[in-house]
């Protein structure tokens, strides 16, 4: 897992941590301290740590203008033992979300499994992007299944074209673009 890199083409236009909207903004990152770690396997340093012990992520883009970011996620997500979503929706969706970011793209094709609690924290992130979206990409079916059965897709919107999607062929604007045209179909 250590050589699984969050997706760098795109750092020569956005970096998290120089972005001072950004809650990793003036994170200084090490490429030869591998500290952080899902499960007993280190992870590459790159992966931002947000207070969950097996959920990392990496914010690839943010837009405030076009009020979008794209999140790629790491590891297990764990609402039962650690409450992950309560830590991404406190330290990142919040400080995004003051930020003017009211339309999330989540990239979980490197969530190894998913367990659920209540899903309180999920209503209050739809009720706070009201005029937004959350958009789940290239999850994996059993997470998805899982999702289905805390009834987390009422607040996350995948399936279709959003569970196979080739989002790095795109540059970020192309990928808003795509993805903004499957939700508005889905929401119009």
Known sequence: ???LEPFYRWRDIYQSENDPSSPFYEREYSEFEFTNQVYNYVIHPQWDHFGSPTLYLKILFADYQEGFAVIELLG?????IHNDVMFLKREVVDPLVDSGILKFILIGENILNFHSSDDSYYEEWFQDVEDGWI???NFQEHILSEFRSA???YYLNFGGELDTFNWRKFNPMQLYSEVQKV???RLG
Request: net charge negative; no cysteine; hydrophobic share 45%.
């Open 183 to 185: 939700m508005t179909h």
């Open 1 to 3: 897992m250590q050589e």
């Open 151 to 153: 009834n987390i897709d």
């Open 135 to 137: 958009a789940a990409i």
């Open 76 to 80: 297990e997500w764990n609402d039962a």
